[in-house]
């Protein structure tokens, strides 16, 4: 396997890779190029023209913000699992990605922008209501992580746009992400993050996301509801958890790996686990 | 000294043997013998050159003006090519040759005569096309992309039930069943049922496992002149060389084989495959050394794999646990054709394992529209494992016995399909005995139930042969500077025989290992041995190692005897000196000897000779596993697993415990993960790569235990070593299947074990199963 011909540019600046997309019309940009790669092999892509923006300086590096933490889109999954200032639920799930090889590589905006159903980080972004910046040639924007991932790999980037960052809230409780892994890619067969806060005794705010069920990440309203008012303990997490098959709809997919029918069964397993877990650091 | 040299003549019926050199006293490692090599642990030889990324691998070989080949394979499980146009192809540059249907000789035959070379008739997705020669493995896969075929799909069955219907789609002309059915019958077994009290009776199946060998199947081939060396990844280079000559209509020494390093064969490389000679070809038509080496996708596809099988299985027994009768119906699904090599007797345990005296088996290979099978480390005998010793666990369920006593109650000590002694009649109860004491079988205490998961345990056993044969060959030549080099034809395919060979030759030498070289896997430096399969290269190489060994010592002391004014019977050779007995000061060492003697050479010949007649030599080994479910989510983790195989003597502990637990990871994966997964629609194979094959790697595996049994088999040969590269792998996957009932009640039996049968085989029991305690009590344990 090997991918077909393809021209390639460095960028060293996000300037020089707006025009060089600009120039380039179907050209791919390429980060850690984990996922791209592999597709070009496989030969499900042919772009022509490759634009590796894994140099641009300005994309790299975790800064901490009063009560949000910018984790940039260059940033390696690596990097985010040892960071001090994230939220235990998200260095965790980069913590469980892949292999090292993998981790050293891989890039958290690549990760979202590419938005494989089964990638861990949507979810957790979607759990802990992260903001995705953008940056086109025209000027910034942002996106609720909820709103960004919209489809089977599809988001709400535009042509010409780039992932620059991620802003992480740092203040929302206790958090943990939990999944069952493809034993071979350890990607999420299910992938549940959970953020809980728990004042006098009672849950006053949850925010649930699961990955792997449906075309994309996907906020858990009905167990979030459940929850809310109420002592967080095995019962209550359980009926919480059960809840997820609301959420989930009759869009679940199945493959090789884990039929929709398994994969909505053991859904609230997951839930679960990382409610418990959540809730365990909720403090 | 003397060698022997036992040929069989066949004349029909009738065996004759000729004794070419008369075999007499040749010495005996016994169980009294007093070692300095043997039995001690020693790394690979060759292990820092592997482990630094040094040794060369067959797809390491690089030679000047070299191409690549790759193999243009069917996209249809059965299909007619009406038409193949390579002109495009042949038209891009760097594309140096081109084979097909179109130009390939006509008249090499593979598979039993059932396909040519390049066929127009494809029987299966990833049988070959064409295949290209270019300058770059790139180009030759976009030379690929350029051949034209027009294919005309015909009709295919995947699955085996459908291909044993009357009107199913024909795989071959004389339809879907190999040959007849192969019967065995001893006793009355019809009779034994009526007698039993407890009848148990039920199907199970194994799944299409691939070998997914580290390293994949290749070659690289290069002519000078009519001389065609191939460096092929194979456990078989004289089987190989044989084969690739017959093809190509060569004389045998114009043929060479060569194999240095090798990352694992496991049954699939024990027979040369099509694109062996595909390369040949393409070699001469190019005029350029060409490699060929396939990819994880062919690999998968078309390189050989564990036959499903579906066994219709019946226990009787008596109150006792005393069998009554046994019966095996069992459809063994090979695929697209029969390959050759060791066969997959999946009958064979069922005639053999237990005590019994009505016996019936009954087997047929039936042919489907994929990938054909070939041996699988201990072919037959995995897939009878995983149906007999769960047959045995449901049974001694059924009696409410304990099913180590059952076994017991049912122990043979003699072959009873030739009613002759077992050379070492108590090895298996030895393995028993080792391994439950080891794992704590008798007091086990079942943990309690922690959330969802729940604990059990399971045991199974296993018989196979590895006793090794003749004819094998090896020369010792010893060096001015007393160092030695070994010389044999046999190969090391990743179990450590360089090293085991070694140690046999510094064994009866007296010299420390660093003094011996073993070279072997070249047809053209080395004696006949056989292919490495069966479990039989120490087996049967290393006598012919210690034969040759003796011999070059007896001429050595002969030398030392002059030199030191002694008899040779007083002298004797420790640490590389030789010394008079009695006598401390009259020493030399045997660089002094060999030195004295150059440029002239001690050469030692030795041949393996045959094993003991009288007696039915096999090999045993128990396996105990404690296994984790977790009921919610079907998951079945194992946790440990305890094993005792008898291979005779121990020549190197490392290595016997490197092939232990490579082989009950392999049984992992068989019991849990493993199964190649066919499109029943469209005849694809849809897992053809190792993210979606789920082979076990490090992180799956269990914690594992080999206890040693160090049984010397002096009835296989005079060092007393039988095999062990198959073996492990065979009770695993019962003891797993046994365990998982032992938690959770519930029997699958469907290899592999997968969370969604588990869930499915609960839900369907859940009334019954009180999910607060656990599902039952074994006699022995609570
Ligand atoms: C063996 C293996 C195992 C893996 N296991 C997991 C796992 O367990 N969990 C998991 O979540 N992931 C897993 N991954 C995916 C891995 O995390 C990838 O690295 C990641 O999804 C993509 O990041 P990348 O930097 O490699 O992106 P690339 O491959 O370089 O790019 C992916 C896509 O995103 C685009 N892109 C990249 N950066 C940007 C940007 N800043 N702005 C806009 N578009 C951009 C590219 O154009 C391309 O279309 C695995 C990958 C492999 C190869």
Redesign the pocket.
């Known amino acids: 396997m090997y991918p077909p011909k393809f021209d390639y540019y460095r960028a060293n600046s996000l300037s020089e890779a707006f025009s060089l997309m600009q120039e380039h019309g179907g050209a ?11 597709s070009l092999k496989l030969r499900l892509a042919d772009p022509g023209a490759l634009i590796d ?1 894994g140099r641009i300086g300005e ?1 790299k590096g975790i800064t901490a913000n009063g009560n949000s933490t910018r984790i940039g ?2 940033t390696t ?1 690596a990097i985010v699992a040892a960071a001090k200032n994230l939220p235990q639920g998200l260095t965790e799930a980069a913590g ?4 090292p090889q ?1 981790r050293n ?3 958290v ?3 979202i ?2 938005a ?1 159903p089964a ?3 949507p979810t957790v972004f979607t759990a802990l209501g992260a903001t995705i910046n953008l940056t086109g040639p025209g000027g910034e924007r942002s996106v609720a992580a909820q709103d960004f991932f919209t489809g089977l790999f599809e988001t709400a ?1 535009q042509e010409g746009e ?2 620059s960052s991620i802003d992480v809230p740092t203040n929302g409780g206790g958090s943990a992400y939990a999944k069952l892994f493809n034993p071979a ?4 067969v299910v992938g549940c993050a959970a953020q809980v806060k728990v004042e006098n005794g009672v849950c006053s705010a949850a925010s649930v996301a699961v990955g792997g069920l449906t075309s994309h990440a996907t906020k858990a309203n009905a167990v979030e509801a459940a929850l809310l008012g109420k002592p967080l303990n095995e019962a209550t997490i359980a009926a919480a958890a059960a809840q997820i098959s609301q959420d989930l709809g009759d869009d679940v997919m199945g493959d090789l790996h884990a039929s929709a029918d398994y994969r909505r069964s053991i859904a609230p397993i997951y839930v679960a686990q990382a409610l418990t877990a959540a809730a365990s650091r909720a403090g | 000294m003397p060698i022997q040299h036992i040929k069989v003549l066949r004349n029909g019926t009738d065996e004759e043997e000729l004794k070419v050199v008369e075999t007499t006293g040749l010495p005996t490692w016994d169980a009294d013998t007093k070692f300095t090599v043997v039995g001690r642990p020693q790394s690979r030889l060759e292990g820092l050159e592997k482990v630094t990324g040094r040794a060369r691998y067959s797809y390491d070989v690089r030679l000047s003006g070299q191409l690549y080949a790759a193999v243009l394979r069917s996209p249809y499980p059965h299909a007619r090519i009406r038409h193949i146009d390579t002109t495009k192809a042949e038209q891009l540059p760097g594309v140096h040759a081109i084979l097909s249907s179109a130009n390939a000789p006509d008249d090499i035959t593979w598979y039993e005569e059932k396909s040519k070379l390049f066929d127009k008739t494809l029987r299966f997705i990833g049988d070959e096309v064409a295949a290209v020669a270019a300058e770059s493995e790139e180009f030759a896969q976009d030379a690929l992309r350029l051949i034209e075929v027009a294919y005309e799909p015909l009709p295919f069955v995947i699955e085996v039930e459908a291909a044993l219907q009357p009107d199913a789609p024909r795989v071959h002309d004389k339809g879907n069943r190999v040959d007849e059915p192969t019967i065995y019958e001893r006793g009355n077994a019809a009779a034994g049922l009526r007698e039993a009290d407890v009848v148990i009776e039920q199907t199970y199946t194994t799944q299409t496992a691939v070998h997914n060998s580290l390293e994949p199947h290749g070659c690289t081939a290069f002519w000078e002149g009519d001389q065609l060396t191939l460096w092929e990844s194979t456990q078989g280079i004289f089987e190989t060389r044989e084969q690739v000559a017959e093809k190509l209509g060569l004389p045998e020494h114009h043929v060479r084989v060569v194999k240095e390093h090798m990352g694992g064969g496991f049954g699939s490389k024990q027979v040369p495959w099509k694109q062996t000679v595909i390369a040949a070809l393409l070699s001469k038509q190019s005029g350029h050394p060409v490699q060929l080496m396939l990819d994880r996708e062919a690999e998968n596809l078309a390189a050989g794999n564990r036959n499903a099988t579906v066994q219709r299985v019946r226990l009787g027994a008596k109150r006792d646990g005393t069998l009554t009768a046994i019966l095996a119906d069992i459809q063994v699904v090979v695929g697209a054709y029969m390959v050759g090599g060791e066969a997959s007797e999946v009958n064979g345990m069922y005639e053999r394992l237990y005590r019994c005296p009505n016996v019936r088996t009954e087997q047929i290979g039936v042919y489907i529209n994929a990938g054909p099978c070939v041996a699988f480390r201990a072919p037959g005998h995995v897939e009878a494992a995983f149906a007999l010793e769960a047959a045995m666990d449901e049974l001694a369920r059924a009696l409410q016995l304990d099913p180590l006593t059952l076994r017991n109650r049912n122990y043979s000590e003699i072959d009873q399909k030739k009613e002759k002694p077992l050379s070492m009649p108590n090895a298996l109860q030895v393995c028993y005995e080792r391994a439950t004491a080891a794992f704590g079988w008798q007091t086990y205490q079942r943990p309690a139930p922690t959330g969802p998961k729940r604990r059990g345990i399971g045991i199974a056993a296993h018989e196979w042969g590895g006793s090794g044969q003749p004819p094998a060959y090896a020369w010792i030549k010893l060096n001015g500077d007393g160092t030695v080099d070994v010389v044999t034809g046999t190969q090391d395919i990743g179990t450590g025989a360089r090293t085991g060979l070694a140690q046999v030759a510094a064994e009866v030498l007296g010299l420390p290992i660093e003094q011996i070289s073993v070279h072997l896997g070249d047809t053209a430096k080395g004696p006949y041995s056989p292919t490495s399969a069966g479990s039989s290269t120490q087996a049967s190489v290393g006598p012919a190692v210690f034969a040759a060994a003796v011999e070059a010592k007896r001429q050595l002391l002969e030398v030392a005897a002059k030199l030191l004014e002694e008899e040779p019977e007083r002298l004797e050779i420790r640490d590389g000196v030789v010394m008079v007995e009695g006598e401390p000061e009259n020493k030399l060492t045997v660089a002094e000897v060999t030195g004295r003697l150059a440029p002239h050479m001690i050469i030692g010949q030795g041949a393996r000779g045959p094993n003991a007649k009288d007696k039915t030599i096999r090999t045993f080994g128990a396996q105990c596993v404690e296994v984790e479910v977790d009921v919610e989510t079907g998951e079945i983790t194992v946790l440990r697993v305890v094993a005792a195989h008898d291979c005779g003597r121990i020549i190197n502990p490392t290595m016997v415990d490197s092939q232990v637990f490579g082989g009950i990871t392999q049984g992992v994966g068989f019991a849990l993960t493993e199964e190649r997964i066919v499109d029943e629609k469209r005849g694809l194979v849809l897992n053809a790569n190792l993210e979606e094959y789920k082979i076990p790697t490090v992180a799956d595996i269990p914690q594992m235990t080999n206890v040693p049994v160090n049984l010397p088999d002096l009835a296989a040969n005079p060092t007393g070593v039988k095999g062990i590269g198959e073996p492990p792998l065979v009770p695993t996957a019962p003891a797993i299947a046994n365990a998982v009932f032992d938690a959770i009640g519930v029997r699958l039996r469907h290899a592999p074990l997968s969370r969604r049968q588990l869930l499915a085989a609960l839900a369907t029991q859940a009334e019954s199963i009180d999910k607060s305690a656990p599902p039952h009590t074994q006699e022995g344990q609570s």
């Open positions: 791919k940009v390429i980060a850690g190029g984990h996922s791209l790669i592999p923006i994309l889109a260059l999954h469980w990605i892949g292999d993998v590589r891989g890039t905006g690549g990760n922008a590419h494989d990638s861990d980080l980037l780039l992932v890619s350890r990607y999420a």
